[in-house]
């Protein structure tokens, strides 16, 4: 006698079992209509949010003025509404972000704000020194550890100017692969898998409202090639089981390529979770501990970007490359021949009796042999007949 909890054990087992063992268990291009349901509601939800919304843009894009200082004063831990309401004070108007980034020695607050002028400059750090009286790495009030820089937003143009440039390139470039490589349906999959991985991306930067930085759009462009990886393994899977499939009748080309996936999600499951890992930890230690912001923006794009890329990978990249096939009228045609032959097994198992198909060949060698008249033959084999003189 099984316990409930025995049950459960044996259930969720006999799922990683078959996850592991990758045998078609999971029918997930058979699916495909609810998985296009779904990653279509969150591209237009993406969409609608970059339209309206828009992306919070850092200074680096619309340009501005930076002022750093440590986050230790006289008087103790400084805040970011002290220094907020020292700013305030000093220009009349609020910072758009006070930061605290780093932590022990290490942490500093970061002011970011529209252009200031010099007499600006000068009175937002006279104003700081006065109220938080920052200390040097000596333990010493000072108004030199108030450092500050403007940032023009041309800077952030080129770069993101470049980055469209490399994007187009690159698209061009893996059209070419993998038209080459596999074929023209596998490049058009592969190529709206990446460009649903560059608006879920950009959608969920807008949506939640994160700073998009020059790093941010470095790191959007590394997540193409890990997309790009992994779907390209799941092809090359489903061009294997798909070799020399129409001269045999075992399984559809749905079933093939769903097959390659179970085959192959394992693999991905893996090569994710790994990737993912370290940039994780780049997120953590680099941005949260070490308190450097470009390290937080590189790692927070590539962990955003890695996992909407498994996901395109597994449910949009492989069940749209079935539909775009079957499109064709010989995987079509070669669909009926697999249902016919499995209808004609189950009534065979279940008894009835089913006729035979006669091969083509035989059939038509048949019929010619039934139209030609034949006549008697002599000893020498040859037919007889009358000799004309």
């Known amino acids: 006698m099984t316990t409930p909890g025995t049950e459960g054990t044996r259930r969720r087992e006999s799922v990683f079992h078959r996850l592991y063992v990758g045998t078609g268990a999971f029918d997930i291009v058979g699916k495909r209509a609810r998985w296009y349901v779904s990653l279509g509601l969150l591209v237009l939800v993406c969409i609608g949010s970059i339209g309206f919304k828009g992306f919070n843009l850092g200074i680096d894009f619309e340009g501005g003025t930076k002022l750093q200082m440590p986050a230790v004063g006289a008087q103790g831990p400084i805040t970011d509404g002290q220094v907020q309401d020292a700013f305030r004070e000093a220009v009349g108007r609020p910072a758009e972000t006070v930061q605290i980034v780093g932590t022990g020695a290490n942490q500093s607050i970061q002011i970011r704000t529209e252009a200031l002028d010099v007499d600006e400059v000068g009175a937002v750090k006279q104003t700081l020194f006065t109220q938080l009286q920052p200390l040097d790495a000596q333990g010493q009030p000072s108004e030199q550890v108030i450092s500050d820089s403007a940032v023009s937003g041309t800077w952030g143009g080129e770069i993101t100017q470049q980055a469209l440039i490399a994007l187009g390139v690159f698209l061009v470039l893996v059209t070419a692969f993998l038209a080459f490589y596999f074929e023209k349906w596998m490049a058009v ?90 940039v994780a930890g780049l997120l953590v230690v680099g941005a949260g501990m070490l308190g450097v912001g470009m ?60 006729p035979e198909e006669a091969p083509k060949q035989a059939v038509s060698a048949g019929a010619g042999a039934s139209r030609r008249p034949s006549r008697p033959a002599g000893k020498s084999g040859r037919p007889t007949g009358k000799r004309r003189r």
């Open 189 to 278: 999959a592969a190529l709206v898998a990446l460009l649903h991985d560059v608006v879920v991306t950009a959608g969920i930067y807008s949506l939640i409202g994160f700073e998009v930085t020059p790093s941010t759009v470095i790191g959007l462009l590394t997540i193409l090639g890990f997309s790009l990886y992994d779907t390209v393994v799941v092809f090359d899977k489903v061009k294997e089981n798909t070799r020399g499939l129409l001269g045999l009748t075992r399984r559809t080309y749905p079933e093939a390529a769903n097959l390659a996936v179970n085959q192959t999600l394992m693999r991905s499951i893996n090569t994710s979770v790994i990737a993912l890992l370290p």
């Open 295 to 354: 390290l937080r923006d590189l790692a927070l794009v590539q962990l955003i970007g890695m996992t909407a890329g498994v996901i395109s990978s597994i449910f949009l990249a492989s069940p749209l490359l079935v539909d775009l096939k079957m499109r064709e009228p010989k995987y079509r045609e070669h669909e009926v021949k697999v249902r016919q032959r499995r209808e004609r097994a189950a009534a065979k198992a279940a008894g009835e009796d089913v």
